[in-house]
């Protein structure tokens, strides 16, 4: 970048958002902006001091990105090459890991490379692993082009593959040394995919931010149609209230829970339809008004809350209805949960909107019968 | 354990030694005893809180230790099953680890199950890899069963699997919460094995403690007699000095570097033979040898020091003197080496007996052409 040539162009660049996300010395940013992807190369490079680096991404978006990514690392002065995953959840597997090392190792990269993950959750997830093991640990930079990954996958460093007897079954904790989030990469995103993650933006807001809450609540449309003085705040706000759970509870316990709001029937109704039919945010959207309700009705929080929160997610072109399973399909989408303790269910409920906790409930609880 | 019945047999227990390894959190215990593999369950299920535990080895192994730990951590009130793993390196990969993933799945263990590594450094390394990545880390325990890994694989938290290109190539830093180390268990470890693992004690004292070098000069046939007087005292010296470099520098730069003693050629001699017929330890005693003389010759060490190296490792039973192979072949392995920085090695040469530094010397300098 050189001064007063480009000086016209930076005063009409949108100002950028950074997310501090505090772990020691584990410690990296989040940088958001709009249009910005061509600036990613300088940073990606600083942060990770690597001389080699690796864009692995699907052909799609590789297509659609990943020149305007390489370009600006190639300016940066490091050596550039591109791995393109299959799409899909299929790809995150030992199998797709194994092939991966295979061709990193030769490519020759050593431990002077670094990863960059450049896609949505399974391109970061897949992508975070191979640089949590190859070599015992590389560096990794998340360059998330979903709305889901941009405010889910960014904080947290969780990465992980999936068995054939569940999802993220194998994995590791493994920060990425920066996250470079364009909001214009969300422009090639289904819109249904935009609001599923918008989905995630309003359960920070709902467990956590009474003003993100209503930052939604004046934008959300806006934020949804991309536009540049909508999206880049609440994803950082967002990013903030994740980051700072995280940073207090890193490895999942206590606080970190409260990210579960929704899940726990969400997760029921995604396993019933077998991971397909209902995107992952869809189905969180219908768990969380299922889960302010009951909040509501176990006299825990003020009614109206449940109403607020729907109506949001409805502006958003989400589904709020839980799908008329068997009650017995919920109950036993709730027995097998991962967050059970014994038999009872570490439910998040909602004291208010920007506030939650969890209570230990059994599945009858959670799930009572109705007359 | 109940008081007054046991005193007496309490009295005669040999003083058991611990080493505390300092890295914050993640801090842990090594304790090492003569005939203690007894007494091993209560301890480690206090330092994995686990509820499960499941024992790997190796069918060998297993058959001769396996019943006496896990009785013990049955009656430390934990439910205890055990997995064998067919001995040998080439146990040590993905495929192996896939198959052990399924188990531990098919058993229903989860975040509150916890894994004990029985066996040398192939089963630790396994393990510990498992128990890096199954759901994103359990703990694990160290029970190695050869001299090597008791001293090695106890500090460091490497853990790792090989693939067809090479080995270690994908791991993870992840520290065991307790290593138990009974010396008995070396009761049925050949005799060349256990000189192979002296090698690394007197690496250990060689680069680092004067003292602990005299220590092997009084006992060194003692010690590999398995003494209970001489061997527990030497391995906790041993481990005390890794988990110093260790702590200094949990990341394998700096310090860490030192711990290469003897590495350089040994390695080349390693691939000359493709891993076959020379054991690690015996490789290292050549290139320790190796790298005395050459920093004699390059007036960095004191003259007599190598001698004095070399006859400590002679009376343990070690090889001394590097295999005749072509200069060629010493260069060539050299130059593939992994510890290199553009052409120079860090080359791990002596300056006395009980300290060592790292000089970045082209592979011509370590291995000059003799005429």
């Not at 560096?139 to 460093?157: E, I, R």
């Not at 214009?184 to 918008?198: D, Q, V, Y």
């Not at 309003?202 to 809450?213: G, Q, R, T, Y």
């Not at 097998?336 to 009872?344: A, G, L, M």
């Amino acid at each position: 970048m050189s001064g007063a040539a480009n000086s016209k162009q930076a005063s009409r660049k949108p100002v950028e958002r950074r997310v501090k996300v505090d772990l020691g010395e584990r410690s990296y940013v989040i940088r958001i902006g709009s249009g910005s992807l061509a600036r990613a190369g300088q940073p990606i490079v600083q942060a990770t001091r690597a001389k080699k680096i690796v864009v692995v991404t699907e052909p799609g978006l590789g297509r659609r990105y990943a020149p305007t990514l390489m370009r600006s690392l190639r300016e940066a002065g490091v050596t550039v090459s591109r791995i393109d995953v299959p799409p899909g959840d299929a790809s995150k597997n030992l199998r797709q890991a194994g092939k991966l090392y295979d061709v990193l190792l030769d490519r020759g990269l050593d431990r002077g490379a670094a990863l960059v993950a450049l896609g949505g959750g399974m391109i970061g997830d897949l992508t975070g692993y191979i640089a949590a093991t190859y070599l015992r640990g590389i560096p990794f930079v998340q360059v998330p082009t979903t709305l889901l990954s941009m405010v889910d996958a960014s904080v947290g460093g969780k990465v992980a593959v999936n068995l054939k007897q569940g999802k993220n079954l194998v994995g590791a904790f493994h920060q990425p040394r920066l996250v470079w989030i364009d909001t214009e990469t969300l422009r090639s995103l289904p819109m249904r995919e935009r609001a599923a993650g918008m989905a995630e933006l309003i359960k920070h807001a709902a467990i956590w931010d009474e003003k993100l809450f209503r930052r939604l609540e004046r934008s959300v449309e806006q934020a949804l149609a991309l536009a540049p003085e909508a999206l880049p705040a609440a994803i950082a706000d967002s990013c903030r209230i994740k980051a700072a759970v995280v940073s207090q509870d890193e490895r999942e316990q206590g606080v970190r829970m409260l990210l579960n709001f929704g899940h726990t029937l969400g997760h029921a109704v995604e396993k019933h339809y077998r991971y397909k039919r209902v995107l992952h945010g869809e189905a969180v959207a219908m768990g969380m008004v299922y889960a302010a309700r009951r909040s509501e009705e176990l006299a825990l929080a003020p009614s109206g809350t449940a109403d607020r929160l729907e109506a949001l997610l409805l502006r958003a072109g989400l589904p709020t209805e839980l799908p008329r399973f068997a009650r017995e399909a919920y109950l036993s989408g709730l027995n097998v949960d991962k967050k059970k303790q014994d038999r009872r269910i570490r439910f998040v409920v909602l004291r208010r909107i920007g506030a939650a906790e969890t209570r230990p409930l059994l599945p009858e609880e959670v799930y009572p019968a109705r007359s």
